[in-house]
């Protein structure tokens, strides 16, 4: 069968403006293809707020569509690296990395198309920061909670992060594993300490202690080779041509480790795991949280109780809220954020926590802040339009720190002409010292 005739060259022949209508034609009637477009003006606005709300639409959707549509932020957020642009893509790539990671714990399911979509994301957010460093000891944290407390995926590089790090979150993190090492036994968070001590000491370019790392390992050819590599690159050859002749000779019969055997939970954590199971909720989350955490098993007990949670969520706002709360009590309010945005929280716990994430993350908090300008503006009382007024001063100043104050000003502009009738509104909009566009009409006396 021959192949399909290539298009392109009668494409190449049509205006502009044929194929626009040709394209927004299709884009009708396929959902991905108008998502992917909206994506694309997104990336050449620069307007990163738009590329926040197109990601709450996709977290939104079910699993089935959700590889797909988050593959088109990924490729938003790579457009915009590679032109340059200026605003802050820090928070959206790591926004990104975190939805990946939930969904991917909730589904089980750490193969696939999605997997490789955490890890382009993890590249992406290294690059973000790259381009505009965030506070380097809370990225240093962040990594620590994704290596200690996370789902076993992603695992993070630190060399790809080690710029953005600098001397203070790499100090950070080092003092952490330090700790990690000095108190824990054998189990999840020794494994953990002990693949970033050995990375540490790469990024730090510390020889001597990467290869006495390596040296403590079962004797293994590529451990062998590796150090070998590093002496070499450290330009002790000698050293290198030594270890070379010993491991040929050494013998290839030794014994693995023991395998870690983990007892099972205590009477207790067991106890408080069937009380969550039964009803769960804040507050058998926190009374398991603390039985597990004197026992040692809360990471892998938190991640089984949140799992619960997030199915409990995906049946209704109600539940939603609960798990949003678990996860601000547990101290992540990232992570009852992002819980707010998949599963339709009520719109009074998205506003309270949207205050408090405000300050720091702008751009997310923006859509949350005019949905409710929006609701005080249908109430019609004279209170709520002042209360609307003040809202529009804190959008004016979450537009600016997100380096969107041209899109505040066509808001502002849209949402004065829709309610341009409402005269006391209008007054309260200029009481508030809001400029309003020129372009738009003047207030009409109510009829």
Same mark, same amino acid.
């Given at each position: ?44 606005? &620069? ?11 996709? !977290? ?108 203070? &979150? ?21 494994? !953990? ?137 547990? &101290? ?79 808001? !502002? &502009? ?34």
């Amino acid at each position: 069968m021959s192949p399909p005739p290539d298009l392109r060259p009668y494409l190449r022949t049509l205006d502009a403006e044929t194929l626009a209508d040709l394209l927004h034609a299709q884009a009708e009637r396929d959902p991905e293809l108008r998502h992917s477009l909206e994506l694309r003006a997104a990336t050449q606005s &620069g307007d990163v707020s738009e590329a926040h709300r197109l990601l709450d639409a996709a !977290v939104t959707d079910g699993n089935g569509e959700y590889t797909a549509k988050v593959g088109a932020v990924l490729d938003t957020l790579r457009r915009m690296l590679d032109a340059g642009s200026r605003a802050d893509l820090a928070p959206l790539a790591r926004r990104t990395v975190d939805d990946i990671s939930e969904v991917l714990e909730q589904s089980g399911d750490h193969t696939g198309d999605l997997g490789d979509r955490l890890d382009r994301a993890v590249e992406l957010y290294a690059r973000a920061c790259a381009a505009r460093p965030p506070d380097p000891e809370k990225l240093a944290d962040w990594i620590l909670e994704v290596e200690f407390d996370g789902p076993g995926r992603p695992s993070i590089a630190l060399a790809d992060f080690a710029a953005p790090l600098g001397e203070a &979150g790499l100090r950070r993190i080092k003092s952490t594993v330090d700790d990690v090492l000095t108190a824990s036994g054998p189990g999840h968070r020794r494994d !953990v300490a002990e693949r970033l001590r050995e990375q540490l000491a790469e990024v730090l370019g510390d020889v001597d202690e990467l290869v006495a790392i390596l040296s403590a390992k079962p004797p293994r050819r590529d451990v062998s080779l590796k150090i070998v590599r590093v002496l070499r690159a450290a330009g002790r050859h000698s050293e290198a041509i030594a270890h070379a002749a010993r491991a040929l000779t050494h013998d290839k019969n030794g014994h693995a480790p023991e395998p870690v055997r983990v007892p099972e939970p205590d009477d207790e954590t067991s106890r408080r795991r069937k009380e969550f199971d039964a009803e769960p909720d804040c507050g058998t989350f926190a009374a398991l949280r603390e039985a597990a955490t004197a026992d040692g098993k809360w990471t892998t007990q938190r991640r089984a109780a949140l799992a619960r949670l997030r199915e409990l969520a995906a049946e209704g706002p109600g539940h939603a809220d609960e798990l949003a709360r678990v996860l601000l009590d547990d &101290g992540r309010p990232d992570e009852a954020w992002r819980a707010c945005v998949r599963f339709g929280a009520s719109p009074e716990l998205k506003l309270e926590l949207a205050e408090q994430r405000a300050a720091e993350h702008p751009a997310e908090t923006i859509p949350v802040f005019r949905e409710h300008v929006d609701e005080l503006i249908e109430r019609k009382d004279p209170q709520a339009y002042r209360e609307a007024a003040r809202r529009l001063k804190l959008l004016r100043t979450l537009h600016k720190r997100a380096e969107t104050a041209d899109e505040f000003t066509a808001y !502002v &502009g849209a949402l004065v002409e829709t309610h341009r009738r409402k005269s006391r509104l209008i007054t309260e909009i200029r009481a508030a010292r809001i400029a309003i566009p020129k372009a738009v009409t003047s207030p009409r006396p109510p009829r």
